[in-house]
């Protein structure tokens, strides 16, 4: 709770105006009523994801990170395909993924968030996720469309 309410004051603070180093990201921090360490600012820094920025006629400055827009559900499925499935086959209605060591139940879930019409469900271990697919003859087309987002 106060990791969090310190962290809310970070952001306030480096909102409010230009702060240029972490000692004084501590000042401002205990004048707030927060007792923390440069350590500690420093964890909280990275944990944020601050980042230094030219400031105007002075030293470089903390500010927050420039928001991207997140990967569309599909985007994160193909660079996981790409990234992690090392192989596939299908049979009947099951569609049998193999991945990485470690990695299939990060590709599962982004199977699952994907909510293709004729997906079911996954199961996942470690390296290999069993697919649902209904009806029965969809399974061939999902296999097609994981061979493409793997990339072949």
């Known amino acids: 709770m106060v990791k969090l309410a310190r962290q ?3 952001i306030e603070i480096i909102r409010s105006g230009p702060v240029e180093t972490q000692d004084q990201l501590v000042r401002e921090l205990n004048r707030a009523g927060f007792s923390v360490t ?3 600012v420093s964890r909280d820094i990275k944990e944020l994801g601050l980042v230094k920025v030219p400031g105007n006629g002075s030293l470089p400055r903390y500010a927050l990170p420039e928001r991207s827009p997140a990967p569309s559900r599909e985007d994160r499925l193909k660079r996981l395909f790409a990234d992690s499935v090392q192989g596939m086959d299908c049979s009947e209605n099951l569609v049998v993924v ?4 470690g990695e299939a139940q990060g590709v599962a879930s982004a199977i699952d968030q994907a909510q293709w019409p004729n997906v079911i469900g996954t199961v996942a271990g470690d390296d290999t996720i069993l697919v649902v697919v209904k009806p029965k003859n969809a399974a061939e087309e999902i296999l097609e ?3 493409r987002l793997a990339g072949g």
């Not at 193999?98 to 060591?101: D, G």
Request: net charge positive; hydrophobic share 30%; aromatic share 8%.
């Open 8 to 10: 809310k004051k970070i």
């Open 145 to 147: 469309r994981f061979k």
């Open 98 to 101: 193999k991945t990485l060591p």
């Open 38 to 40: 440069q350590a500690t």
